[in-house]
């Protein structure tokens, strides 16, 4: 039989997975790599696609992973600077802070979004997404966007709305082609929810331009928002059990709830649409039946082994901050808790901790390093994340009076945090894989 090295540092063998550097076994991960078949040297596979140049542009997580960072740090910094009113927000169509959740959402969480499946879709497929010269046009297109949204202007708004319809349409296209070739109709979900971004994308810069009223602004907005929590909740539910089994080398049995996915899907649609409509008691129970379903996930997921593992629990605690989220939303009005508290402990806690995660293990199994022995550092950069969102999302029901403190020491944990990723992972992201492989 013949072995296969993964770029998790896992090899196949027969029905099982064992690391290369040990004996432990465990299920097969079917997400993110692809079982049993060496891309490597497949015909017209990953490895001879293009000359070994240009390394950022080799594959599509190394260029958006690389200005995902970067950008978090810009976009809250600036919005720090705008809360001290040490800068001016000169588009009187919106206010600014739904013109920073657009950011966040449409700006920040699409880039680690697209990073990601530019990536899997390769490793779902064995065919190409996109790389070089067409992978350097989508991330143009998006920064494009990015750098007009730094300092937006009636003027520049609707270059930013072009722009944004084109690289959705690029990313759609150069990820449908491989998965049309490969006759994958699993994944066609991921697409719908891309088109989905962009309608909701164009819907809330067309109401900025003044083209379509204002009022769209923030049910897309709040809509988008809460299409990337589906995502994540999907993505948890497919591989943070693995991912945990794998971890603690399958010593602890791992429970799934049958009904909770179903049950966690149906939830947020209805909650999403309570939010958006403000329909109150709707949200609330809604709210209640979403953290009960998503705590039994992490009550059948959880083992104190992981504790040593950050690059599995800071997954675990991305699901309870998104699950924490659901009820002081819904409990927002009967408790006069203020809304965005539910809202950030899903953005900043949820979005924040799942992408910083997913950043940092695709950048080391997909650079050739070993994601079970993650760099020294990275669980106190998750830490502050974490801690940035207790202060953001928490803390200010215990002490309202010092919210706008509580607000600014949140921010400056955040910007901490990515400036550490940019430190950590800059180098792994700018060079070749450490194993030569391409890629």
Known sequence: MTTTILRSGWQTVGPTMRRSTGGRTGPRIAFVFHPG??????????????????TVLQTGFRPFFLAAM????????????????????????????????HEMVFGYAIAVISGFLLTAVQNWTGGRTAQGNLLLALFILWLVSRLIALYPSAAG???????????????????LKPLIQAGNHAQWGIIGKLCLFLALDTLFLAS???????????????????????????????????????????????????????????????????????WQPILLVSGLVLFIANALRLYGWYTSEILSRPLVWVLHLAVAFISIGFVLRGTAEIFHIPPELGLHAMAYGGIGLVTIGMMARVSLGHTGRNVFEPPKGLALIFMTL???????????????????????????LWISAFLAMLALFARPLLTARVDGRYG
């Open 70 to 101: 970067v950008y978090a740090v810009l976009a809250m910094t600036l919005w720090t600077a705008q809360l001290m009113q040490l800068t001016r927000f000169d588009l009187d169509t919106i206010p600014p802070a739904l013109w920073h959740g």
């Open 208 to 278: 900025t331009t003044g083209w379509l009223t204002p009022s769209y602004g923030r049910p897309s907005l709040l809509i988008a928002m809460y299409t990337v929590i589906g995502l994540i909740l999907m993505m948890a539910q497919r591989v943070v059990p693995s991912f945990t089994r794998n971890a603690i080398a399958a010593k602890t049995q791992v429970q799934d709830y049958r009904y909770v996915p179903v049950v966690s899907l149906i939830g947020l649609v209805i909650f999403a649409a309570a939010d958006v409509l403000s």
């Open 386 to 412: 974490a801690a940035g969102a207790i202060l953001r999302v928490l803390l200010p029901i215990l002490a309202p009076e010092y919210y706008f403190l509580l607000i600014q020491l949140s921010q400056f």
């Open 157 to 175: 708004v609707p270059v930013m709305l072009v722009s944004s319809v084109l690289f959705y349409l690029l990313l759609l296209w150069v990820l």
């Open 37 to 54: 078949k060496d891309l490597s040297t497949r015909r017209g596979g990953i490895e001879k696609m293009q000359p070994r140049r240009f």
